[in-house]
């Protein structure tokens, strides 16, 4: 598992987001062998951020590499740290003891959300300041940019269909999902869209392909002390469209999909960074989506910890881990079935997770 720590952002009593120096950030590489004592290996600096969904990173399948794309970069003026895009993705080698960062690969403006096909030689960047996808080429240690696919929209987050046909791209401001094809290397989009719900900030998609779940944050600014939604596609139809939707709670940001198939999570923040406003709530909450065939229906509901962000299933499926930003630790969770138990364990982390894959 890598879990991307920011160290420069945090929130006033309004929600209000505050900006303090950079220079401080790590990624850590955890093992997850030990299902419910998660080990850290390794922690390395490098820059990254909140500011976006908690899927700015990613690891190859054959664990030999790994992408860290960093948003926002920071600059002092009048005293004050302000932010703007940056664009680039820090490439590092797992094989190496301790890993290393071996490239800095520069992308589109606003690097988001990255994905990684499952035959680990092709990488998507989401670049929303400049509404486009980088296309990268893996080859060993090799990471560069092939190619820029315009969306012409507000980009979020990106993902692989697990055959590698298609890729997925959350339009923000548009309350879509765009479809790419993918062949040979090559990435095209012809403009076929699929209307989800309001403000999507985050994606994943079944391990057979015939489903897609949008995390629907219902307004730019994340929770607002109302319900918001997963959305559910079916990529089985042509075109492609949303069946249903399945109301989770207030913010939901964090998203990820049980290897099994039959169970996915979404972590709603419920206003956890807003102490002065009247829909703060301590903590952040985890809803289990019971997967049926293509029926998905609301789980049961555990409290983790405050602003809760990265989620990362075990590889057999049998724990779910929850990075909690502001308290700067992991709730682990336990699978049953279709139910999510707390193991009531919380692993304290060297710094905040903003990310998690």
Do not use: C
Request: aromatic fraction near 4%; avoid cysteine; charge should be neutral.
């Amino acid at each position: 598992m890598i879990v991307g720590n920011d160290e420069k952002v945090t929130w006033d009593d309004t929600g209000k987001m505050m900006l303090g120096p950079p220079g401080w950030d790590t990624v850590s590489l955890m093992t997850l062998s030990d299902g419910e004592t998660p080990r850290t290996v390794a922690t390395l600096p490098v820059p990254n951020t909140v500011i976006g969904p908690p899927v700015n990173l990613a690891i190859a399948p054959n664990e030999r590499l790994a992408l860290v794309a960093n948003s926002m970069k920071w600059r002092l003026v009048d005293k004050a740290w302000k932010n703007e895009p940056d664009n680039k993705v820090s490439v590092i080698d797992l094989t190496t003891s301790p890993p290393s960062i071996i490239a800095t690969v520069e992308v589109g403006r606003q690097p988001a959300g990255i994905d990684i096909n499952r035959a680990g030689d092709l990488a998507l960047v989401a670049n929303r300041a400049d509404k486009s996808i980088s296309v990268l080429s893996i080859h060993g240690r090799e990471v560069k940019v092939t190619d820029t696919v315009a969306i012409k929209e507000d980009v979020a987050a990106v993902v692989f269909t697990p055959n590698g046909e298609r890729a997925l791209v959350v339009k923000q401001a548009e309350h879509k999902v765009a479809v790419l094809n993918v062949f040979d290397g090559k990435v095209t989009y012809h403009g076929l869209d699929v209307a989800v719900g309001m403000w999507p900030y985050n994606i994943v998609v079944a391990p057979n392909g015939k489903l897609a779940l949008t995390a629907d944050l219902g307004n730019k600014g994340g929770s607002d002390g109302i319900f918001d939604t997963v959305s559910v596609i079916d990529l089985e139809q042509s075109p492609p469209k949303v069946s249903h939707r399945v109301d989770v709670g207030d913010g939901p940001e964090g998203l990820a999909m049980s290897p099994t198939g039959k169970l996915a999570a979404v972590a709603v923040l419920r206003g956890s960074s807003a102490r002065a406003l009247p829909y703060y709530h301590r903590n952040g909450s985890i809803i289990a989506l019971k997967i049926d065939g293509k029926t998905v229906s609301r789980g049961n509901e555990i409290e983790v910890g405050a602003l809760p962000e990265g989620l990362v299933f075990s590889s057999n499926g049998k724990y779910l881990y929850v990075g909690n930003f502001i308290d700067g630790d992991l709730s682990i969770l336990r699978v049953e079935g279709t139910t999510l138990v707390d193991t009531g364990k919380r692993l304290k982390l060297p710094g905040h997770p903003a990310a998690m894959r």
